[in-house]
């Protein structure tokens, strides 16, 4: 349920209508924006009487939200969210476009920080770069771990960028919080692990959610809301592709989803065209098509000898590539309505 409050509204008189509702042991959610604040109910609201709340002077309107999904939906919070990236200065969402840039896995201190360098150069905001992998096959390369994440934070530094890096279990996340990652990543394998959901929710950092493989926008967007309901609301979702029936391409890009989660939610959305599609010729093509449809930022595999990458390699562009990639955007982002 989500209430309007009328313009102007004292403080004390929105304060008694807080305190109403909390004795009735539901939690409220404020949202002021620049013309309406509106406040999200939480809870049991069976047990709020609609016509009591509608006598209050200082309401202008109250409506039942139809989704399951509250804290992450449009109507609790109308305006578009903004993350900002731990005191970096870089932001995600709202007008400028994130471009989180790196290689699929953390191989060595040179690779990391070779393409470091290179992607901030080319004018990329974030670092990527993977220590704990979840590989289809257990015979696979899994990441360097922990020595991965260490490589991860100096290159990180080096470079002048914040970094991404994806975990997998709860019991890691003290060791990402004292290593300094600044944007923690849940896996498209991981999106409905509703434990580490819940952990990562107790903590204040920026949590980038992917799609699950399988998983609806209302599947997603539950996912956010199970992070929002711990107290972080510093959520960003991920489209890398869905499974459908086309072999083809590694996944399917699900652009429309950029619009359907920008209508049902006020969190950001980026687009990963690299995971979508498995084919490094279609990365940067993709990347600008999901500008053009409105999403928030990127995020891009780039690895400096993409043949020999030991994760991803197919999917990987060279910095060159993602270079040319950069001139594009700044020129479409302001046709769009963007920055870069
Ligand atoms: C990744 O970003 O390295 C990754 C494993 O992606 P996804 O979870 O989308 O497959
Ligand atoms: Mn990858």
């Known amino acids: 349920m989500i209430i309007v409050l009328k313009a102007n509204t004292p403080k004390e008189e929105a304060k008694k209508l807080v305190d109403a509702i909390k004795a009735k042991g539901l939690q409220v959610d404020i949202s002021k924006g620049a013309r309406q604040t509106v406040m999200g109910l939480v809870g049991n609201t069976e047990v709020v009487d609609v016509e009591q709340i509608q006598s209050y002077e200082c309401v202008d309107k109250v409506m039942r939200v139809e989704v399951p999904y509250k804290r992450a ?201 690299s995971h979508a599609t498995g084919k490094r010729w279609m990365v940067a093509d993709l990347a600008k098509a999901a500008v053009a449809a409105g999403a928030d930022g990127l995020m891009i595999e780039v690895h400096n000898d993409p043949d020999r990458a030991w994760c991803d390699g197919a999917q990987s562009i060279t910095p060159a590539m993602f270079a040319d990639l950069m001139d594009s955007l700044r020129k479409l982002a302001p046709v769009v309505g963007r920055e870069i």
């Open 73 to 273: 939906s449009r109507a609790f919070h109308p305006q578009d969210s903004v993350i900002p990236v731990g005191n970096s200065g870089v932001t995600i969402g709202g007008k400028k476009l994130a471009v989180i840039a790196g290689p699929c896995s953390i191989e060595t201190p040179d690779q990391i920080e070779g393409v470091a360098y290179d992607v901030a150069k080319a004018g990329a905001n974030i670092l990527r770069g993977g220590a704990f992998k979840p590989r289809t096959s257990p015979y696979s390369f899994q990441g360097l771990g922990n020595k991965g994440l260490d490589m991860l934070r100096d290159a990180g530094r080096k470079a002048k960028l914040p970094v991404i890096t994806e975990i997998m279990s709860a019991d890691k996340l003290p060791v990402f919080l004292e290593d300094g990652v600044d944007i923690i990543q849940i896996g498209a394998r991981n999106m409905q692990n509703f434990d580490l959901l819940k952990a990562v929710g107790k903590t204040r950092k920026p949590v980038l959610l992917k799609r699950g493989l399988s998983a609806t926008i209302e599947e997603w967007l539950m996912s956010a809301e199970y992070i929002m309901a711990e107290g972080n609301h510093n959520v960003i979702l991920c489209e890398r592709g869905i499974r459908t029936f086309e072999t083809y391409t590694r996944n399917t890009l699900d652009l429309s989803a950029v619009l359907a989660v920008k209508r049902q939610s006020h969190l950001p959305i980026v687009v990963d065209p």
